[in-house]
């Protein structure tokens, strides 16, 4: 994995992915990843071979999903590609960073992080997927926010705050 304890989430990479959460590490794949929401009405396709998956466990996150995480991949500028209808939903965040999700205007599934063409990258979440099987977590993030009862793989890179 391309990413330290001081490096933002958007600048890091992972070209390698924990197997079987014991350490070891193979290179991952170029994949073709595709996805959408509940109704089918929005729908994603990605092609790329450098993402960051894990799971963020901040508040937002927890709220948006009605869950204890999101399980999330991070993608490279311009490997996103975008079908159908989406609406906004924008969070400024305390140290003033903006959260922009995206979800379908007919059913409501968030989908994807990240507005199409953000020269950041984007971030897809994993419920999403036509291939569930892709998402190989190698990373938590937002962890000091994670509910007890909330049980995380082994063998993850942990993060209490952002990697900045």
């Not at 193979?26 to 089918?40: D, E, F, K, R, Y």
Request: aromatic share 8%; proline share 7%; glycine share 12%.
């Amino acid at each position: 994995m391309q990413c330290s304890p001081s490096a933002s989430l958007a600048k890091c990479s992972l070209s390698t992915s924990p197997v079987n959460g014991g350490g070891k590490e193979s290179a991952m794949p170029h994949v073709n990843i595709t996805g959408g929401c509940l109704c089918g009405a929005l729908r994603y396709e990605a092609g790329t071979q450098t993402t960051v998956m894990g799971y963020c466990c901040c508040d937002d996150c927890q709220k948006v999903s009605g869950s204890g995480f999101i399980p999330f991949i991070r993608l490279p500028p311009g490997a996103l590609k975008v079908s159908g209808e989406y609406r906004l939903n924008l969070k400024q965040q305390a140290d003033g960073r903006n959260s922009d999700r995206y979800h379908c205007v007919k059913c409501a599934s968030l989908v994807f992080g990240g507005a199409p063409g953000n020269p950041n990258g984007n971030t897809l979440y994993a419920g999403t997927l036509d291939d569930t099987a892709i998402f190989q977590p190698a990373m938590a993030i937002m962890t000091k926010f994670k509910p007890d009862w909330v049980l995380l793989p082994d063998g993850l890179k942990m993060f209490e705050g952002m990697p900045q």
